[in-house]
C-alpha cells in the first residue's frame, strides 16, 4: 500500500512533443505529490508538486494532472527540448517520508 | 543557499569491508533523510531523521547499516560489513519540517562493492 507505480518505463519523444508520464498510488493517506528530474551523476531535484485538492499546476512547460479519485497523477511536458532527457520520478508524501515510483527514463530527440 | 553536501562522491570498496558517508544539510533543515537507489530504480528510504531522533528506520538493514545524526546537524550513514548488493547510490536529503514540504537532494555518493 507504500507503493507508487509508475510508467512507462522508459519514453522516446521528438523535441516539440508532449512526452506523458503516469503514476498511481494506493494509499489514501499520501497527501503531497513531487515529481523530481534526476539526470546522470546527480541527485533527484524537485520539478513541480501538487497537493491531492487541486486538479491540475501548471509551472512553465510541466504541468501535473491529478485524479484523487482514480488515485492517478500524471506529468506533461509542452514543447519538450532535448535537454528534458533524464530521468523523472513521482513521489508521493505519507506521514513524514517520501514514497518514489520507480523512474522514467525520458529521451528527447533533436 | 548551500544545497546538500555530501561525501565522498565515489567509493569502492571489498566486500566485508566497511564505509561511511557523510551529509550536510540545508542549514535550518529539521529533517534528514538518508536514502538508497540502486540502478535504475527510484530511491529507498533507510532512515528518516528529525533533528537528532530517528522518525522512521524500518527499512535500514540494521544488523549492517548504521546513522547518527550528533547535534541534530550533519549526519553519517556506515554499513559495516558490506556486501556485493550494497552496490548503490547513496543520497542524502533534507526539508523543513511540516506538510508540504518538498524534499532536497544531496548529489549522492556512488558505492561500489567487489
Known amino acids: 500500500q507504500q507503493q507508487v507505480k509508475q510508467s512507462p518505463q522508459s519514453l522516446i519523444v521528438q523535441k516539440g512533443g508532449i512526452p506523458i508520464i503516469n503514476c498511481a498510488y494506493e494509499n489514501t493517506a499520501f497527501d503531497y505529490f513531487p515529481w523530481y528530474q534526476q539526470f546522470p551523476g546527480k541527485g533527484p531535484a524537485l520539478l513541480i508538486a501538487i497537493r491531492p485538492d487541486v486538479s491540475e499546476k501548471k509551472e512553465g512547460r510541466f504541468t501535473i494532472s491529478f485524479n484523487k479519485s482514480a488515485k492517478q497523477f500524471s506529468l506533461h511536458i509542452m514543447d519538450s527540448q532535448p535537454g528534458d532527457s533524464a530521468t523523472y520520478f513521482c513521489?508521493?508524501?505519507?506521514?513524514?517520508?517520501?514514497?518514489f515510483g520507480p523512474g522514467t527514463r525520458l529521451s528527447v530527440l533533436p | 543557499e548551500a544545497g546538500v553536501a555530501q561525501s565522498p562522491r565515489y567509493k569502492i570498496i571489498e566486500k566485508r569491508q566497511s564505509v561511511a558517508f557523510w551529509c550536510n544539510p540545508i542549514?535550518?533543515?529539521?529533517?534528514l533523510y538518508w536514502y538508497q537507489q540502486i540502478l535504475g530504480q527510484g530511491p529507498k528510504l533507510l532512515i528518516q531523521f528529525q533533528n537528532n531522533g530517528v522518525v522512521d528506520d524500518s527499512q535500514l538493514p540494521k544488523d549492517r547499516f548504521s546513522a547518527e545524526r550528533l547535534k541534530g546537524v550533519d549526519s553519517t550513514l556506515k554499513i559495516q560489513p558490506a556486501k556485493l548488493e550494497d552496490s548503490a547510490v547513496y543520497l542524502c536529503?533534507?526539508?523543513?519540517?511540516?506538510?508540504?514540504?518538498?524534499?532536497?537532494f544531496g548529489q549522492g555518493t556512488r558505492l561500489t562493492v567487489v
Open positions: 536529503a533534507s526539508s523543513l519540517s511540516g506538510v508540504n514540504t518538498e524534499a532536497f
Open positions: 513521489a508521493a508524501r505519507g506521514g513524514q517520508n517520501f514514497v
Open positions: 542549514s535550518g533543515h529539521a529533517t
